[in-house]
């Protein structure tokens, strides 16, 4: 592999139950498998937010993976549907933005299924390289104005989010 | 908003630090990113000697977070929680970043692996920034305990927990408790009778002050969590009134309808339409089988109830539902023989001298329906040969892949006992023999010794249809011997197949109503393959014997008595705690919406009317978080999971992603985090 080829920087949501041990399992069986996800635990599918997906792109993410565990399996009896259903929609309004199909993948694997996530992140990784990357949106970041909006969205989220916690 | 957040690497030997270059993580996260302190990396950090160097960091450096990069924190999370807890730290102000099983042992790219730690490493920085101090909860234990299922493993652990005063109810949905245990004849490999064991073990339940027995009876719901379920459980119509039955059996004997048994004598054998499914049965009651018996069906006969001594029949007695409250629950429910017909090349229901396992179980049991005779289907004729077909519905793509690890040795049994009691010729067609457990392979030994003959090979079917004048009137057993590379095509008078241990048919059921998993093949989960094979992802519910995965009896009553032993710690301690991550909905800016009350599974999310907010009830929420995304006013808050958190986490993962890709990456292994 040389320095000079793309790799994809993917933000990848695991479950704690099921795919985080996925993914712990193809370590302990040392399954290889590209290194471009960079993983955030969250106790559930159903806690991914869209906005999180969102996030992760607008941040230069070329792709986001949400992994959780096999419909009917959730730790959590039945969150997994919702995730279903939301990533679904996500999909619909990324494909409406010209996000190309396969950057937001929702992969199902199982905490004995270590193998089966390195192959879907082998596959998606692939996908994306051959996709190239996504600076979305693009060039924004040579343009002044959607800068500002950016730091004006962000501190206001950020003002929101402090009136949460107090 | 300043913190000082303490960053430690592990090397793990050459576990982490022979594929990422952990001293230039630590460097890049300590130079580069806001509010790191420290930044250190350690050959093993777990040690007491890297624990302590994180407390006296915290100490002397003021930390007020830290980060451990390391292994799974499903291994070592608690270690360095207590490791900053001891040094006065909330634990919750800790965070594990898994650059092992993550990350250097799933590649060789240094570089890559180096790129992504210090992502990792910088996106939990920015994250634990944004964590707050969480208190554990605790609850109180009830010491009551449910056990689902009467069999062996069950009754192990109900005896176990009742030894030490504490009531257990034993769900048990046949009319006794026994389970396939007390179905068989013999157990291997000692030989003893299984009877003679159980029995014993059946009546101490059955007479123990503090076992509560609800046979006949079926688990409907389950609510609450660890410490306080509540459970509904629907006790059937047996139509006799347990209060003045003796037991005596006249009802039995003048019950005029016979049917087969196909549960306890597996088609075998016959029952009457009240029965009591074996003699040692408990309780000692019956129950009348009301798609059979003449009164339910025609509204005649009435026998039982003229003949009972006692007057104990009761045609107008309806199901009851019992609710129990208990501290834990533990399921036992075993596990169903593969229907053997799903493999028509074996001619099982068409080959009359075709037996499943279960079947010849029956036959050698002297209580069974031939009074032990092992003979033909016409009850008559002893074969002078006998083929034992194993895996059959296990290791076969076809049917379950997995191995139903108790076949084998009840396979070499059956060999045994053949030559034993009719000296008839055996062939034992195996895959590989998979005697693995403690004096299992001296078994094997023996039985070779004694003349069973053993042919490799999986079998392709099962005829009657001759090709010489050797194979008429036989069953002719056509197998390739992989040993000597043949077909070969043995002809024997009967034919046992070993079929496999499969989830019982309605697990899944069971499982979505406790609020646990099954494995792909409809197996329980346990909480850990090797660590924890008793307790499951739901706290309070654990697992005993072959509902698991398929085991044998002395593996079934260890896990009873591993199930026994953790619920009365729990008992014995009294409390339970309960992780803090639980949704709160700020009141005062929820519009009511009510948009999260459908979303939580668990009822935790309560409307209230008058005020028109929703409100979570913490003691029944798990944390997952859904309705947290859910919430378009975004103020339900997810403790330890919030929003502001996993957005910082998220950009700080992505704090290299607008440097230049032509760049080479190995600068910013030296150079950090682009700001």
Not at chain 2, 428 to 447: G, L
Request: with cysteine; hydrophobic share 40%; aromatic share 6%.
């Amino acid at each position: 592999m040389t320095d000079l080829e793309f790799q994809p920087k993917i933000i990848g949501f695991l479950c704690n139950w099921c795919s985080y041990r996925a993914a712990d399992l193809a370590g302990s069986t040392r399954t290889r498998y590209a290194p471009n996800v960079r993983y955030v635990r969250v106790m559930c599918s159903g806690r991914v937010d869209p906005a999180f997906v969102m996030k992760a792109l607008s941040l230069g993410a070329d792709g986001v993976l949400v992994a959780g565990c096999h419909p009917g399996e959730c730790h959590y009896l039945e969150q997994n549907y919702k995730t279903m259903r939301r990533m679904t929609m996500l999909q619909h309004t990324l494909r409406q933005l010209g996000v190309e199909e396969g950057r937001v993948r929702l992969v199902w694997a199982s905490a004995a299924e270590g193998h089966r996530l390195a192959k879907a992140i082998d596959e998606m990784v692939d996908r994306i390289r051959s996709l190239g990357p996504l600076r979305w949106p693009a060039g924004w970041q040579e343009r002044p104005e959607v800068l500002a909006a950016i730091e004006r969205v962000a501190s206001e989220h950020a003002s929101a989010a402090q009136e949460v916690a107090t | 908003m300043s913190r000082r957040v303490g960053v430690y690497v592990c090397h793990c030997g050459s576990n982490i630090a022979g594929t990422i270059d952990c001293e230039a993580v630590a460097r890049a996260v300590g130079e580069r990113v806001a509010d790191v302190a420290v930044s250190r990396d350690y050959k093993f950090m777990c040690s007491s000697l890297g624990q302590s160097m994180i407390q006296e960091d915290i100490e002397k450096e003021k930390l007020d977070r830290v980060v451990v990069a390391a292994c799974s924190p499903h291994l070592h999370e608690k270690t360095f929680r207590r490791a900053c807890s001891n040094a006065g730290l909330n634990p919750y102000l800790m965070q594990m970043v898994n650059v092992r099983e993550h990350i250097s042992w799933v590649t060789k790219d240094q570089v890559e692996a180096t790129r992504k730690a210090t992502a990792m490493v910088t996106g939990a920085v920015e994250r634990v920034k944004r964590q707050e101090a969480l208190e554990p909860q605790y609850v109180p234990v009830n010491p009551a305990t449910l056990v689902v299922g009467g069999g062996i493993a069950g009754l192990q652990t109900a005896i176990e927990i009742a030894e030490f005063g504490h009531p257990v109810y034993v769900v048990e949905r046949e009319p006794s408790i026994g389970g396939h245990m007390a179905q068989f004849d013999k157990t291997f490999p000692t030989l003893d009778c299984s009877a003679c064991i159980l029995t014993p073990r059946m009546s101490e339940a059955g007479q123990h002050d503090c076992i509560h027995l609800l046979t006949w009876s079926e688990l409907e719901s389950v609510s609450g969590s660890v410490g306080n379920f509540k459970v509904r459980v629907r006790k059937k119509a047996r139509y006799v009134n347990s209060e003045i039955c003796t037991g005596c059996g006249v009802c039995e004997e003048k019950c005029p309808i016979k049917v087969v048994d196909d549960v306890f004598e597996a088609g075998l054998g016959i029952r009457k339409a009240i029965y009591m499914p074996f003699p040692q049965a408990v309780p000692k009651m019956p129950v009348i089988d009301t798609a059979h018996c003449i009164w339910f069906v025609r509204g005649k006969c009435r026998a039982c109830e003229i003949f009972c001594p006692t007057k104990a029949i009761a045609f107008d007695q309806k199901d009851e539902i019992v609710e129990l409250e208990v501290g834990n629950i533990v399921l036992a429910t075993g596990y169903d023989l593969f229907d053997c017909r799903r493999l028509p090349q074996y001619g099982y229901g068409r080959l009359d001298n075709v037996f499943t396992s279960l079947e010849f179980e029956r036959m050698c049991n002297a209580a069974g329906p031939t009074g032990g005779r092992i003979v033909l289907r016409d009850r008559e004729t002893e074969p002078r040969s006998v083929a034992v077909i194993h895996c059959v519905g296990s290791r076969d793509k076809r049917t379950n892949e997995y191995c139903s690890a108790t076949c084998c040795m009840a396979a070499l049994k059956f060999g045994h006992l053949v030559r034993e009691r009719i000296g008839a010729e055996v062939y034992s067609f195996y895959i590989d023999i998979r005697t693995f457990s403690k004096d299992y392979d001296e078994f094997y030994q023996r039985v070779m010794d004694e003349g069973v003959h053993f042919v490799r090979g999986r079998v392709a079917e099962v005829t009657d249809v001759p090709r010489s004048p050797a194979e008429e009137g036989k069953l002719v057993v056509q197998c390739e011997d992989t040993l000597l590379g043949v077909q070969r095509r043995i002809p024997v008078d009967m034919v046992i197949l070993m079929g496999a241990l499969e989830p019982r048919a309605d697990a899944r059921d069971l499982a979505l109503e406790a609020g646990i998993s099954c494995s792909m093949n409809g197996w329980f989960t346990e909480r850990h393959p090797k660590l924890d094979p008793v307790a499951t992802m739901t706290d309070g519910v654990f697992l005993a014997g072959a509902c698991q995965g398929p085991k044998d009896i002395p593996s079934s009553v260890a896990q009873g008595a591993a199930a026994a032993a953790r619920i009365l710690g729990m008992i014995t301690r009294g409390r339970v705690e309960i992780e803090p991550v639980v949704a709160t909905i700020d009141e005062e800016r929820c519009s009511g919406c009510r948009i999260c009350n459908a979303l939580c599974p668990f009822h935790a999310i309560e409307f209230d009317e008058a005020r028109h907010v929703s409100h979570v009830q913490a003691s029944l929420c798990k944390g997952c978080g859904t309705c947290v995304a859910a919430c378009p006013a975004q103020v339900i808050r997810g403790a330890h999971f919030m929003n502001e958190q996993i957005f910082a986490e998220i950009e700080g993962l992505l704090a290299d992603a607008w440097s230049d890709v032509s760049e080479p990456v190995a600068a910013f292994a030296a150079g950090g985090v682009d700001d």
